[in-house]
């Protein structure tokens, strides 16, 4: 009991907080406003520090990656695993939000306008090229250092990483420098996180108290239509993968293994955290070492099957609250994109891990910057499984890297 209160206390009493902000939020209804400028506080918070922590995770992410073993056919399989797995991801986040409404609302324009509020607005017509350009690019160094600018920031950190990658032992001291302010910025978001409860309970208690219950109910459905889904996810597809990459020998071996890798994801919460045991799970079904040792490092940056569900839980959250239509092809493509990159940008940790793809989902899908609570909300309420979809997805990846590597008997050969 003591060991599990340890690893989620902050995310019982966050959602303590919210409860308590619920509650108040129907009792007292629009009075509830005036502690709305502590909800403001905390997204100000949160807001100034993102932006060098995009930065600087990103930045040193790049800088440090390595050149796996038998680098073409390793990372080539790596590759297309994480691409084939996080498209299912994706497509079972699209049927399932698209046949079961996250959250009804009865004035959508008018929680769009109230989270709109005070941010700019531009009249300006674009093409498609003008548009991507204004995204992915900025004419001015300092506007990069905008909230406005989330994709253009992505772009020149992942150059800064490559450059860094490149330029080799000279550029150390500047690595190391890099790597040290990123660990202040980590620790930093675990001191504004402190507030989140007062900050998210009174944001929480004001969206309520102004647009009533539909809110409340709406995170209770997305709550429970996620965990099935997990639950469903993590039984019936993961024995897929773990079928075709080894027969009914390495669903066994599946099975009897990866009971640790899951009960680790769900008592901490962190996908860094279960690097070792998930490396030793997968090692235990028969993957070999240069594998397992490449794909689950790598998995956790760049393979999250539970937050690329989640994104589209978010995205379209965020759809059926502001009344945004996304049922045409263009909207479908704009979630699939949106929702694979920002599970990109999900940090491997408990709380507040997910900051920066949150911001980019606004960003990509156009969506007022002032909902990032919401999405912050959303990200603590489904993360145990979220987490536990993160660390077996790349446990059963590793079974399907080892069948493309090592061939059909790869279970046999283990080297």
Known sequence: MKKIWSNYKQTIILIGSLLIGAIAGLIWKEKCEIVKPLGDLFLNMLFVVVIPLIFLTITTSIAKIKQPKRLGKVLGSIIGVFVITSLVAVAVGLVST??????????SQAILETL?????????????????????STGDFVNLLSKNNILALVIFSILVGLAISKVGEKAKPFEELLNSANAVI??????IFYFAPIGLGCYFAS??????????VGYFKTFVIYTVVAILFYFI?????????????????????????TATSISTCSSAACIPINTKCAKNIGVSDDIAETIIPLGTSFHKDGSIIGSVFKIMFLAYLFGTNVYSFSGISSVIVTALIANLLVVAVP?????????????????????????TIIATIIDPPATMLNVVGDTSSSMLAARIVDGKNWLQKKK
């Open 207 to 216: 969206l309520i108290g102004t647009f009533g219950n539909e809110i409340a």
């Open 116 to 136: 709109a509020e005070g941010e700019e607005a531009s009249d300006i017509e674009l093409n498609i090229l003008q548009r991507t350009v204004e995204a992915i």
């Open 98 to 107: 698209y046949s079961m409404k996250l959250v009804d609302t009865n004035d």
């Open 237 to 261: 597809i993961y024995s897929l993968y773990a079928f075709i990459a080894g027969g009914k020998k390495g669903f066994v071996k599946f099975w009897q293994n990866v009971i640790p890798a």
């Open 351 to 375: 709380v507040g891990g997910g900051t920066i793809s949150e911001m980019l989902i606004l960003s990509m899908m156009n969506f007022p910057v002032a909902a990032l609570p919401i999405l």
């Open 186 to 191: 980590l620790k930093l978001i675990d001191i």
